[in-house]
């Protein structure tokens, strides 16, 4: 197994330069609903923000620049994968040295609740209701939808499977097909689906059949099958799909039944150095401002007043049967040693 991605450290404020700057918010405050006059007023008492996040730093920096400009607030930011940024919270707590203000990633609800805040941010109520954690330790920042991908020159449109069944009977492309060596989200989409046995069943023929390479990087994937380095993605994130598109990459995806639904969350930590930073910066996150800019990257927002790159992708995806894949760590368990015995051990 690859070791985790190693965390990276940087300051929006000294990293930004070399970055162009997307997008610049109006300077009337009224034109910020997210920036509230009160909380503002107590968080620039309490220094720089903190922030753990799973983003890449080519739009969280820029997107951090925003909120800085906005606010006057500077943003440490500190990345790295969920895997990484779970260890060092974990580390952290054990020491009694709570460190970050805010974590973006798709874990955080696996982190134990009394390490994050309740709260109630205003732009919550404008976000999609699956995205709002009913416990209010989380929200949605942006919609995760995974499916296949193919390379729109190697592969016509025409000639894409209808569902996962037809993929499984295509011994043609056996060996041209990669997957996330931690793909557990779709295993579980494909046992919701199908149930526990036929959808084991399918996993299995796939695997036999198409045997799927093991990668390292759900981006690295997608430009991989967009330079031709294998001619599908069994299952991907759409956004990085997207990303790769939007940048000129041959490279589309394509929606077969069950679609895994998750997202990416934005959490307070209930040890927060600048609480109301936090709280401020998660509200920002949730507001057009931060939605509009990471759609610029192909992220699908959590918020229905706010469309996609290119437009109707949302539509067309939940034309499929959307499957909502959030599950515990108990869960995780039993379904990495499944992956495990279905796909790496062939």
């Not at 009160?38 to 925003?66: H, M, R």
């Not at 037809?166 to 097909?177: L, P, S």
């Not at 579980?188 to 526990?196: P, S, V, W």
Request: net charge positive.
């Amino acid at each position: 197994m690859n070791a985790p991605a190693k965390i990276s450290r940087r300051s929006v404020t000294a990293g930004i330069a070399s970055l162009a700057l997307a997008r610049t918010l109006p300077a009337q405050a009224q034109e910020r609903p997210w920036l509230d006059a009160k909380l503002l007023a107590a968080a620039k008492k309490e220094g720089p923000l903190t922030v753990y996040s799973s983003t890449n730093e080519q739009e969280g920096l820029p997107l951090f620049k925003i909120f800085t400009e906005a606010t006057g607030i500077s943003v440490n930011y500190i990345r790295g994968n969920d895997a990484s940024l779970s260890s060092r919270i974990a580390i952290e707590t054990r020491a009694k040295q709570p460190s970050f203000d805010i974590v973006h990633m798709t874990n955080a609800h696996k982190m134990p609740q009394a390490l994050l805040a309740q709260f109630d941010p205003s732009e919550a109520k404008a976000i999609n209701p699956l995205a709002r954690d009913p416990n209010r330790r989380w929200y949605g920042v942006y919609t995760v939808y995974t499916t296949p991908a193919h390379n729109t020159k190697l592969v016509s449109k025409a000639d894409l499977p209808k569902s996962f069944e037809e993929f499984a009977r295509r011994t043609e492309w056996a060996g041209k097909v990669a997957i996330d060596y931690t793909d557990i989200e779709w295993l579980r989409g494909m046992t919701q689906f199908y149930g526990e046995q036929k959808g084991t069943a399918l996993v299995r023929e796939i695997a036999a059949n198409l045997k799927p390479v093991l990668t390292d990087g759900r981006l690295a994937m997608a430009r991989s099958v967009a330079a031709g380095e294998y001619w599908f993605a069994l299952n991907n994130f759409v956004n990085l799909t997207l990303n790769v598109k939007l940048a000129g990459g041959a490279i589309d995806f394509f929606p077969l039944d069950p679609v895994p639904l998750y997202f990416a969350q934005v959490a307070v930590s209930a040890s927060a150095p600048h609480p109301n930073t936090a709280r401020l910066a998660a509200n920002f996150m949730l507001s057009r401002d931060c939605q509009v800019f990471y759609t610029k990257f192909g992220r699908l927002p959590t918020r229905p007043d706010v469309e996609t790159n290119p437009p109707g992708i949302i539509k067309e995806i939940e034309a499929r049967k959307v499957v909502r894949t959030q599950f515990s760590q108990e869960e995780e368990k039993r379904l990495r040693q499944m992956f495990e015995a279905l796909l790496r051990k062939r």
